[in-house]
């Protein structure tokens, strides 16, 4: 008897502790949200993954996000690149942690459906565009360009800001 015990005990132990570690389903914006979502610029990118110019792609932790309505962007995402000369580098200053209230934002719409918004910071000294792609599925990129360090790409996917 005990040793059917153990035969049912293991399977069911180790699907109790892969359910709880299993990440949930990621709370992506629906096609008619993100719609929404752009038109009165209320919506939140996620990041997931980082994609520098030089070295390899990162996994990252939940956090890292840009949150972007019409009086303010909050941008706190990691950097991962090179910085040149007049980068500011020993001012323990992260380039991609910010909140702005002074912004240009431009957006479009595309023959495929995908929607292009590019945010320009005028008082963020080091950020030169954060251009935006948004899918109709509810994933998204984002290509930080900065004035004085390597680009750096993210992936993610967008939520509608409450």
Same mark, same amino acid.
């Given at each position: 008897?005990k040793?059917y015990?153990? %035969?049912l ?7 109790l ?5 299993a990440?949930?389903?990621k ?6 949200e ?6 009165a610029?209320k ?10 110019q %030089?070295g390899r792609?990162?996994?990252l932790d939940?956090?890292?996000?840009v949150k972007?309505?019409k009086?303010?962007?909050?941008v706190?995402?990691?950097y991962?690149?090179?910085a ?6 020993y001012?323990n ?8 209230r002074?912004?240009?934002l431009?957006k479009?719409k595309?023959n495929?459906g ?5 945010i320009r ?9 954060l251009?935006f792609t948004?899918f109709?599925?509810g ?7 900065l004035?004085s360090?390597?680009?750096v790409?993210f992936?993610g %996917?967008?939520r509608?800001l409450?």
């Amino acid at each position: 008897m005990k040793k059917y015990f153990s %035969y049912l005990l293991v399977p069911a132990l180790l699907l109790l502790v892969q359910s709880g570690c299993a990440p949930g389903p990621k709370l992506t914006a629906t096609k008619e949200e993100l719609v929404q979502a752009i038109a009165a610029d209320k919506w939140t990118f996620a990041a997931d993954q980082a994609d520098p110019q %030089y070295g390899r792609n990162r996994s990252l932790d939940a956090g890292y996000e840009v949150k972007c309505s019409k009086e303010k962007l909050v941008v706190y995402l990691p950097y991962f690149g090179r910085a040149y000369s007049g980068a500011g580098v020993y001012s323990n200053q992260r380039p991609l942690d910010f909140t702005s209230r002074d912004f240009n934002l431009s957006k479009e719409k595309d023959n495929k459906g995908r929607w292009l918004v590019t945010i320009r910071p005028k008082d963020a000294a080091d950020i030169a565009a954060l251009r935006f792609t948004f899918f109709e599925n509810g994933t998204a990129s984002l290509d930080a360009e900065l004035s004085s360090r390597s680009p750096v790409s993210f992936r993610g %996917y967008v939520r509608v800001l409450q």
